[in-house]
């Protein structure tokens, strides 16, 4: 007798819009873990390949070929993703890249053959692969331990809220990633991409966002409130409080990897724009302009993420 299959209860599923609504009025809650999980990814990105756009092209190639598994209804474990080092992907051509991830033709084609001097793009005959043992952090070890620590972090407000029955630990959600891993990595891609591009749109490029980011992050975590549980808006809001200290050039580029000479030139940019302020004690620190500009990108990261979320709770033990 065969076994019987367990077939979910359709009227238990995660709804996207009970996870948006808890991201955006418990922000203070998530807020922080979530800027800083991102900035290490973004700071792991620029070790990898010193340009950000580079790391978008690859990432772009990968989710093709995740799409593709997804298509034909290939699922594969973390391991089996990672079993070789190479990873075929399907046949592009400049324009595609240009258009899609908003680099200019003549960069992107410089970029992607910088690409295949590093060895990190080949072709073989007429195959185009994409070789991981040519560039670091081949596997995303540290990129999976965060998500799930965020996430677990957002199921324990959702156990509050009454939205799940309890937390799910970072371990079973860690368990979960690697066991539908090209499944659940396609959807990462797909709040990843979405994310760069509409905060490239903003800063005009990324090692300026990067820059821009660091200082968000040490506001997030440097700021003193009283309240356990802030809404999106009045979170922001209160990150422009005099008693949040800045932070310096040479720590940003300590932080991020990014010359000093480049963080300095981005830092005065963003002051420019008055997007950050900077004091006596060269300390920069954001500003009351930025608030606004934020709001629309970050409805897109925010709309994303409860997706994300959503679809990996929905397959996670409960």
Same mark, same amino acid.
């Given at each position: 007798?065969?076994?019987?299959?367990?077939?979910?209860?359709?009227?238990?599923?995660?709804?996207?819009?009970?996870?948006?609504?808890?991201?955006?009025?418990?922000?203070?809650?998530?807020?922080?873990?979530?800027?800083?999980?991102?900035?290490?990814?973004?700071?792991?990105?620029?070790?990898?390949?010193?340009?950000?756009?580079?790391?978008?092209?690859?990432?772009?190639?990968?989710?093709?070929?995740?799409?593709?598994?997804?298509?034909?209804?290939?699922?594969?474990?973390?391991?089996?993703?990672?079993?070789?080092?190479?990873?075929?992907?399907?046949?592009?051509?400049?324009?595609?890249?240009?258009?899609?991830?908003?680099?200019?033709?003549?960069?992107?084609?410089?970029?992607?053959?910088?690409?295949?001097?590093?060895?990190?793009?080949?072709?073989?005959?007429?195959?185009?692969?994409?070789?991981?043992?040519?560039?670091?952090?081949?596997?995303?070890?540290?990129?999976?331990?965060?998500?799930?620590?965020?996430?677990?972090?957002?199921?324990?407000?959702?156990?509050?809220?009454?939205?799940?029955?309890?937390?799910?630990?970072?371990?079973?959600?860690?368990?979960?990633?690697?066991?539908?891993?090209?499944?659940?990595?396609?959807?990462?891609?797909?709040?990843?991409?979405?994310?760069?591009? $509409?905060?490239? +749109?903003?800063?005009?490029? %990324?090692?300026?966002?990067? #820059?821009? /980011? =660091?200082? @968000?992050?040490?506001?997030?975590?440097?700021?003193?409130?009283?309240?356990?549980?802030? $809404?999106?808006? +009045?979170?922001?809001?209160? %990150?422009?409080?005099?008693? #949040?200290? /800045? =932070?310096? @050039?040479?720590?940003?580029?300590?932080?991020?990897?990014?010359?000093?000479?480049?963080?300095?030139?981005?830092?005065?940019?963003?002051?420019?724009?008055?997007?950050?302020?900077?004091?006596?004690?060269?300390?920069?620190?954001?500003?009351?302009?930025?608030?606004?500009?934020?709001?629309?990108?970050?409805?897109?990261?925010?709309?994303?993420?409860?997706?994300?979320?959503?679809?990996?709770?929905?397959?996670?033990?409960?």
């Amino acid at each position: 007798m065969l076994n019987e299959i367990k077939i979910p209860d359709i009227s238990k599923e995660i709804q996207k819009e009970d996870l948006l609504a808890i991201l955006q009025n418990k922000y203070s809650l998530v807020g922080p873990l979530w800027v800083n999980q991102q900035m290490e990814w973004m700071n792991g990105i620029y070790a990898s390949f010193k340009n950000h756009d580079k790391y978008l092209i690859v990432m772009y190639l990968l989710k093709k070929t995740l799409d593709f598994y997804s298509r034909n209804f290939i699922k594969l474990t973390y391991d089996e993703f990672y079993k070789r080092e190479t990873v075929e992907i399907k046949k592009f051509n400049i324009s595609e890249i240009s258009n899609a991830l908003n680099i200019p033709k003549e960069s992107a084609r410089r970029k992607i053959n910088e690409l295949e001097v590093m060895g990190v793009i080949k072709r073989f005959k007429k195959k185009i692969i994409i070789d991981r043992s040519s560039y670091e952090y081949v596997k995303p070890v540290h990129t999976v331990k965060r998500i799930c620590r965020f996430l677990s972090a957002v199921t324990r407000i959702c156990e509050a809220q009454k939205v799940l029955p309890k937390r799910i630990t970072t371990e079973q959600l860690e368990l979960t990633i690697k066991n539908n891993f090209s499944y659940i990595w396609k959807i990462y891609y797909e709040l990843q991409l979405p994310m760069m591009l $509409s905060y490239k +749109k903003l800063f005009r490029n %990324l090692e300026t966002f990067h #820059v821009f /980011g =660091i200082c @968000a992050v040490n506001q997030h975590h440097t700021k003193v409130t009283n309240e356990t549980s802030m $809404s999106r808006d +009045k979170f922001l809001s209160s %990150l422009l409080s005099d008693k #949040v200290q /800045g =932070i310096n @050039a040479m720590s940003i580029s300590d932080i991020t990897g990014i010359p000093r000479a480049t963080v300095i030139r981005k830092l005065q940019l963003l002051v420019i724009a008055k997007n950050l302020s900077i004091d006596d004690k060269k300390l920069y620190k954001l500003t009351g302009n930025f608030t606004e500009k934020l709001k629309q990108p970050q409805n897109i990261v925010l709309d994303h993420l409860a997706i994300f979320a959503s679809k990996v709770f929905n397959i996670a033990p409960l």
